[in-house]
């Protein structure tokens, strides 16, 4: 049996996939008596799940008439795609955010499976065995920049 946090992700993931915008409004309290869960557990899929990283930008509104308005950003044709993944990526960026847009960016069918393993292969830890993380890391990001920007091309 899936877990609930698991299951959260699902539903808001469907609300949002039938969204015409790609954009809902829901309440934190609402959802969370939906699943009888706290709303902590609301608060903790969003954060771990729905991330910038992933695809996904947050709104939260705190108070009595409080939402939490979530977007699908996805690829469009008119923005410019090399500075979102300079912007995005910047000039150090952990394995799992880096892993974290390749999935993304493989939701949004921009890339193929087999594409999205061999980056993952490209700036994995093995792939950039230093011992020093931080300039691991701004490797990871010279790498995946440079990778992105040829395949937009």
Do not use: W
Not at 112 to 137: F, M
């Amino acid at each position: 049996m899936p877990g609930i946090s698991n299951t959260i992700e699902r539903f808001i993931k469907s609300m949002i996939d039938m969204a015409e915008d790609r954009t809902i409004e829901i309440q934190r309290n609402e959802l969370a008596e939906k699943f009888d869960c706290a709303p902590s557990q609301i608060n903790y899929v969003l954060t771990t799940r729905f991330t910038p990283y992933k695809g996904y930008y947050i709104e939260s509104r705190r108070g009595g008439g409080g939402y939490i308005k979530i977007i699908k950003v996805g690829i469009d044709e008119n923005e410019d795609i090399n500075t979102i993944i300079l912007e995005t990526i910047g000039e150090s960026i952990t394995k799992n955010k880096a892993y974290h847009i390749i999935d993304g960016l493989l939701e949004e069918d921009f890339i193929s499976s087999r594409e999205r393993d061999i980056i993952k292969a490209a700036i994995g830890d093995r792939a950039l065995n230093r011992e020093n993380a931080a300039i691991r890391n701004e490797l990871r990001a010279d790498i995946l920049k440079n990778i992105l920007l040829i395949l937009v091309k």
